[in-house]
């Protein structure tokens, strides 16, 4: 049985992502700036982590992350790293493998949950 995503109440747009507000985000150490938009029941991000960042909280969120530049540390609750390039992605289940995010040299993202 195949599982598909429930995208609900979106009708066709597009996002010009510079003409999004950004807001700034502080990490125990770094910086993160989001463009957000928020569409029926998703949320679209455009992420941009300065070099140095380290978030400041384990996240359970479900999230669907690509990577388009940098590279990203994500590192989950139990322990586990993985290190994301561009082009690499994950994906997470709301309430399953807590995580968070760090980047040496900075990391910017496109985010869907």
Request: glycine share 8%.
């Amino acid at each position: 049985m195949v599982m598909t995503m429930k995208i609900q109440d979106v009708l066709f747009c597009t996002t010009d992502w510079s003409s999004l507000p950004r807001t700034e985000h502080a990490g125990i150490t770094g910086k993160a700036f989001w463009r957000t938009l928020e569409i029926g029941n998703i949320r679209v991000r455009m992420v941009d982590y300065t070099p140095g960042y380290i978030a400041d909280h384990w996240c359970k969120r479900g999230h669907v992350l690509l990577v388009l530049e940098g590279e990203l540390v994500t590192e989950l609750e139990d322990g586990r790293k993985f290190l994301l390039t561009p082009g690499m992605s994950y994906q997470v289940a709301d309430d399953v493998n807590p995580h968070r995010s760090s980047t040496a040299t900075g990391a910017k993202l496109f985010i869907v949950d």
